[in-house]
């Protein structure tokens, strides 16, 4: 799993909580090669913020679509009802989770993610 987010502190709960689970995660900031690591480290589910000024992370989910990669997206936001419900639907993001993270809600939405991945 890929982690993306510009808040350290949300980026170690994620893989705190992830690991747990058995999760194998990777972490960065916007400003890594998003996509190198993803094909690098056969990444199967990515969370994302939304809001990483200078960028947001629909940027990051387009990138990843247009690199032709179906894999599961996650968005997470402070405030989800800011996201364009529209966007969010064209480029198939499985779920936008509320910061800070719950760990029931991320247990829950990385479960369906990994049933997801294992359909094919």
């Given at each position: ?66 690199a032709g990669l ?19 639907r064209e480029l ?29």
């Amino acid at each position: 799993m890929l982690i993306i987010d510009d808040e350290p502190g949300v980026r170690r709960s994620l893989e705190m909580i992830a690991s747990t689970d058995g999760w194998e995660t990777w972490s960065c900031d916007q400003f890594a090669d998003i996509l190198l690591i993803i094909r690098e480290k056969e990444i199967e589910v990515v969370v994302c913020d939304y809001r990483m000024p200078p960028i947001t992370g629909i940027h990051i989910i387009r990138q990843i679509r247009d690199a032709g990669l179906r894999l599961p997206v996650v968005m997470i936001t402070a405030n989800p009802d800011n996201v364009d419900s529209r966007i969010v639907r064209e480029l198939e993001v499985r779920e936008i989770l509320r910061k800070p993270p719950n760990v029931k809600d991320v247990r829950t939405v990385l479960a369906d993610a990994a049933a997801q991945v294992k359909r094919g």
